[in-house]
């Protein structure tokens, strides 16, 4: 059985909102992006996740979000988990995977059932990037 994963279909720049230290190493992160599906749906992104810090750098997280058309029309959640870790040019980045559900039977219908792979990467100023992949 081969896989493969897909071209992008969703890149995305924004930034984290707020961060809130909840003890024994873990952090609540939010985060609001703006982006572009399949190249031409205008999107918002927004949600949060739970961070956990461990001894050698690496970071797991597990968290959900909600994407919205610009138009407000159509929407689509998703759940997450991803790694990170520093790179060698001390940037924080990012590889996960993301399960998407919808009603829509629009322009976002595509998302319903599918399982993506995402890489994030963040800089100082809390920006971040991102690119998300399906497995097909």
Do not use: C, H
Not at 63 to 81: C, H, I, N, P, R
Not at 108 to 134: P, T, V, Y
């Amino acid at each position: 059985m081969a896989y493969q994963l897909e071209e992008p279909f969703f890149e995305e720049k924004g930034r984290i909102t707020s961060q809130k230290e909840l003890g024994g190493n873990r952090m609540q992160v939010t985060f609001s992006t703006d982006g572009m599906m399949k190249g031409n749906i205008e999107v918002t992104n927004t949600g949060d996740f739970v961070g956990a810090s461990k001894d050698n750098m690496i970071t797991s997280a597990q968290g959900q979000g909600v994407v919205t058309t610009k138009d407000g029309s159509e929407k689509a959640g998703y759940t997450f988990l991803g790694v990170g870790k520093v790179t060698e040019q001390g940037k924080p980045e990012f590889l996960g995977s993301s399960v998407w559900s919808t009603e829509s039977t629009g322009k976002l219908a595509f998302l319903n059932n599918m399982l993506s792979f995402f890489k994030a990467e963040l800089d100082e100023m809390g920006n971040i990037a991102s690119k998300e992949r399906e497995l097909k």
